[in-house]
Protein backbone atom coordinates (compact mmCIF):
# COMPACT_ATOMS: atom_id res chain seq x y z
CA UNK A 1 0.00 0.00 0.00
CA UNK A 2 2.84 2.00 0.68
CA UNK A 3 4.44 1.50 -2.67
CA UNK A 4 1.40 2.38 -4.74
CA UNK A 5 1.63 5.49 -2.58
CA UNK A 6 4.75 6.79 -3.19
CA UNK A 7 4.15 5.89 -7.05
CA UNK A 8 0.91 7.68 -7.65
CA UNK A 9 2.64 10.88 -5.88
CA UNK A 10 5.39 10.67 -8.26
CA UNK A 11 3.14 10.32 -11.29
CA UNK A 12 1.42 13.39 -9.94
CA UNK A 13 4.72 15.63 -9.25
CA UNK A 14 5.80 14.16 -13.15
CA UNK A 15 2.49 14.96 -14.64
CA UNK A 16 2.73 18.71 -13.26
CA UNK A 17 5.78 19.38 -14.01
CA UNK A 18 4.97 18.00 -17.68
CA UNK A 19 1.83 20.49 -17.37
CA UNK A 20 3.94 23.71 -17.20
CA UNK A 21 4.01 25.95 -20.08
CA UNK A 22 7.26 28.45 -20.42
CA UNK A 23 6.56 31.81 -20.07
CA UNK A 24 6.25 34.36 -22.99
CA UNK A 25 9.15 36.16 -24.15
CA UNK A 26 8.98 39.90 -22.87
CA UNK A 27 8.40 42.05 -25.92
CA UNK A 28 9.99 44.76 -24.38
CA UNK A 29 13.69 43.36 -22.94
CA UNK A 30 14.96 45.60 -20.52
CA UNK A 31 17.86 47.97 -21.75
CA UNK A 32 20.89 47.18 -20.81
CA UNK A 33 22.87 49.93 -19.30
CA UNK A 34 25.66 51.65 -21.44
CA UNK A 35 29.46 50.88 -21.11
CA UNK A 36 31.88 53.24 -21.61
CA UNK A 37 32.97 51.59 -24.83
CA UNK A 38 29.97 51.06 -26.66
CA UNK A 39 29.17 54.81 -25.63
CA UNK A 40 32.29 56.07 -27.27
CA UNK A 41 31.99 54.22 -30.57
CA UNK A 42 28.63 55.97 -30.87
CA UNK A 43 30.04 58.71 -30.53
CA UNK A 44 32.90 58.10 -32.69
CA UNK A 45 30.34 57.01 -35.20
CA UNK A 46 28.36 59.89 -34.92
CA UNK A 47 31.01 62.21 -35.60
CA UNK A 48 31.86 60.35 -38.57
CA UNK A 49 28.33 60.81 -39.80
CA UNK A 50 28.64 64.30 -39.27
CA UNK A 51 31.51 65.05 -40.84
CA UNK A 52 30.18 63.17 -43.84
CA UNK A 53 27.30 65.13 -43.68
CA UNK A 54 29.51 68.46 -43.52
CA UNK A 55 31.90 67.45 -46.24
CA UNK A 56 28.69 66.76 -48.59
CA UNK A 57 27.18 70.13 -47.76
CA UNK A 58 30.15 71.96 -48.28
CA UNK A 59 30.80 70.45 -52.02
CA UNK A 60 27.29 71.46 -52.75
CA UNK A 61 28.03 74.84 -51.76
CA UNK A 62 30.83 74.76 -54.08
CA UNK A 63 29.31 73.45 -56.74
CA UNK A 64 26.11 75.79 -56.47
CA UNK A 65 28.82 78.53 -55.96
CA UNK A 66 30.81 77.68 -59.30
CA UNK A 67 27.43 77.05 -61.29
CA UNK A 68 26.49 80.93 -60.51
CA UNK A 69 29.68 82.01 -61.22
CA UNK A 70 29.79 80.36 -64.28
CA UNK A 71 25.87 81.84 -65.16
CA UNK A 72 27.17 85.36 -64.45
CA UNK A 73 30.18 85.13 -66.47
CA UNK A 74 28.34 83.70 -69.47
CA UNK A 75 25.63 86.33 -68.96
CA UNK A 76 28.34 89.31 -68.80
CA UNK A 77 30.35 88.21 -71.94
CA UNK A 78 28.04 87.62 -74.23
CA UNK A 79 28.53 89.77 -77.12
CA UNK A 80 26.04 92.24 -78.57
CA UNK A 81 25.44 92.63 -82.70
CA UNK A 82 24.93 96.20 -84.69
CA UNK A 83 23.61 96.90 -87.90
CA UNK A 84 25.77 97.96 -90.48
CA UNK A 85 27.09 101.40 -89.76
CA UNK A 86 24.89 101.86 -87.02
CA UNK A 87 25.61 102.14 -82.79
CA UNK A 88 22.28 101.85 -82.14
CA UNK A 89 21.40 99.21 -80.01
CA UNK A 90 19.07 96.69 -81.57
CA UNK A 91 16.09 95.26 -79.76
CA UNK A 92 17.95 91.88 -79.30
CA UNK A 93 21.15 93.32 -78.26
CA UNK A 94 18.84 95.65 -75.33
CA UNK A 95 17.69 91.97 -73.81
CA UNK A 96 21.00 91.11 -73.75
CA UNK A 97 22.11 94.28 -71.77
CA UNK A 98 19.24 93.93 -69.74
CA UNK A 99 20.32 90.54 -68.12
CA UNK A 100 23.86 92.50 -67.83
CA UNK A 101 22.00 94.75 -65.63
CA UNK A 102 21.23 92.41 -63.13
CA UNK A 103 24.18 90.65 -62.63
CA UNK A 104 25.65 94.05 -62.40
CA UNK A 105 23.47 95.37 -59.65
CA UNK A 106 23.93 91.36 -57.78
CA UNK A 107 28.11 91.85 -58.04
CA UNK A 108 28.58 95.36 -57.43
CA UNK A 109 32.15 94.68 -57.26
CA UNK A 110 32.44 93.51 -60.81
CA UNK A 111 33.84 95.88 -63.62
CA UNK A 112 33.74 95.44 -67.51
CA UNK A 113 35.84 96.27 -70.85
CA UNK A 114 33.29 97.21 -73.38
CA UNK A 115 35.29 96.67 -76.86
CA UNK A 116 33.76 97.93 -80.08
CA UNK A 117 34.16 96.52 -83.23
CA UNK A 118 33.38 97.07 -86.98
CA UNK A 119 33.38 94.96 -90.00
CA UNK A 120 35.99 95.62 -93.07
CA UNK A 121 34.30 97.90 -94.97
CA UNK A 122 35.11 101.63 -94.37
CA UNK A 123 38.38 103.36 -94.07
CA UNK A 124 40.82 101.89 -90.84
CA UNK A 125 39.93 105.34 -89.06
CA UNK A 126 35.91 105.42 -89.67
CA UNK A 127 36.08 102.17 -88.41
CA UNK A 128 38.04 102.61 -85.23
CA UNK A 129 35.60 105.72 -84.27
CA UNK A 130 32.80 103.18 -85.32
CA UNK A 131 33.95 100.72 -83.02
CA UNK A 132 34.20 103.14 -79.59
CA UNK A 133 30.99 104.93 -80.69
CA UNK A 134 29.51 101.23 -80.65
CA UNK A 135 31.59 100.57 -76.77
CA UNK A 136 30.11 103.88 -75.54
CA UNK A 137 26.69 103.26 -76.82
CA UNK A 138 26.85 99.77 -74.25
CA UNK A 139 28.14 101.95 -71.68
CA UNK A 140 25.72 104.43 -72.04
CA UNK A 141 22.84 101.82 -72.11
CA UNK A 142 23.77 100.14 -68.46
CA UNK A 143 24.50 103.52 -66.71
CA UNK A 144 21.32 104.59 -67.95
CA UNK A 145 20.14 101.78 -65.43
CA UNK A 146 21.99 103.29 -62.32
CA UNK A 147 25.34 101.75 -63.15
CA UNK A 148 28.19 103.47 -62.31
CA UNK A 149 30.14 104.96 -65.15
CA UNK A 150 33.29 103.67 -63.17
CA UNK A 151 32.78 100.40 -63.56
CA UNK A 152 33.43 100.69 -67.41
CA UNK A 153 36.26 101.02 -69.47
CA UNK A 154 35.69 101.67 -73.50
CA UNK A 155 37.94 100.57 -76.41
CA UNK A 156 38.38 99.82 -80.04
CA UNK A 157 39.25 97.63 -82.24
CA UNK A 158 38.15 98.85 -85.30
CA UNK A 159 38.33 96.17 -87.93
CA UNK A 160 41.43 94.69 -86.66
CA UNK A 161 40.13 91.56 -84.79
CA UNK A 162 37.18 89.76 -87.24
CA UNK A 163 35.06 87.16 -85.40
CA UNK A 164 35.01 85.75 -88.92
CA UNK A 165 37.64 86.32 -91.07
CA UNK A 166 35.62 85.47 -94.16
CA UNK A 167 33.79 88.48 -96.65
CA UNK A 168 30.28 88.75 -96.90
CA UNK A 169 26.96 90.14 -95.24
CA UNK A 170 27.04 86.56 -92.70
CA UNK A 171 30.45 87.63 -91.62
CA UNK A 172 30.20 91.02 -91.39
CA UNK A 173 27.29 90.97 -89.63
CA UNK A 174 29.50 88.70 -86.55
CA UNK A 175 31.81 91.45 -86.52
CA UNK A 176 29.83 94.28 -86.25
CA UNK A 177 29.85 93.49 -82.53
CA UNK A 178 30.34 94.84 -78.78
CA UNK A 179 32.50 92.34 -76.83
CA UNK A 180 32.84 92.19 -73.02
CA UNK A 181 35.80 91.66 -70.20
CA UNK A 182 35.29 91.17 -66.81
CA UNK A 183 38.36 93.09 -65.54
CA UNK A 184 38.08 93.01 -61.88
CA UNK A 185 35.29 91.37 -59.14
CA UNK A 186 34.72 87.85 -61.72
CA UNK A 187 36.10 85.62 -59.35
CA UNK A 188 32.60 84.74 -57.13
CA UNK A 189 29.84 86.05 -58.48
CA UNK A 190 25.88 85.42 -58.34
CA UNK A 191 23.42 85.12 -61.12
CA UNK A 192 19.99 86.49 -60.30
CA UNK A 193 17.47 83.42 -60.22
CA UNK A 194 19.98 81.17 -59.16
Known amino acids: ML ?11 TAAACSRNEPPADPNPPVLPDTAGEGA ?5 QARQDSIRRAEEERARREAEAAATARARSILEEMVFFDYDDSNLR ?3 QEALARKVAVLRANPNVTLRITGHADERG ?6 ALGLR ?4 VRDYLTGFGI ?12 DRPLDPGSGESAWARNRRGEFSI ?6 MTAPGM
Request: charged share 30%.
Open 183 to 188: TGGGDR
Open 3 to 13: RRAVLFSMLVA
Open 148 to 159: SASRFTTETMGE
Open 134 to 137: RANS
Open 123 to 128: SIEYNL
Open 41 to 45: RRAAE
Open 91 to 93: PDA
